[in-house]
């Protein structure tokens, strides 16, 4: 499956910003989907992830409260919606699809990836 991450630009601290994951090949309901960040100098790191259903979700403690992953199973998509920003959000973010729901923070139980999209927060 080949996803594409969009929605990533320059926002004000305190803005939001609304990331998109569309897949083409497969339907993304067929597997667990998560959201990753990577700031520059910096490991990669788990921002959220969502079981097939959506019925289920997981957030890193930085993001919890703020960010919100949902699905539209009509579009094929997962989306971040990212609310309150801080300037240490800034980071470029991946979509990666994964099988696992019980490792959804754990990067090496995802299959595919997408090319990430920056995320700039100002101060």
């Known amino acids: 499956v080949q996803l594409q991450a969009s929605g990533g630009g320059l926002v004000q601290a305190g803005g939001s910003l609304r990331l998109s994951c569309a897949a083409s090949g497969r339907m993304l309901s067929n597997y667990v989907m998560g959201w990753f960040r990577q700031a520059r100098g910096k490991e990669r790191e788990f921002v959220s992830g969502i079981s097939r259903s959506g019925g289920r979700t997981y957030y890193a403690d930085s993001v919890k409260g703020r960010f919100t992953i949902s699905r539209d199973k009509a579009k094929n998509t997962v989306a971040l919606q990212m609310n309150s920003l801080k300037p240490e959000d800034t980071a470029v973010y991946y979509c990666?699809?994964?099988?696992?729901?019980?490792?959804?923070?754990?990067?090496?139980?995802?299959?595919?990836w997408g090319q990430g999209t920056l995320v700039t927060v100002s101060s």
């Open positions: 990666a699809a994964g099988s696992s729901f019980s490792s959804a923070n754990d990067e090496s139980e995802y299959e595919y």
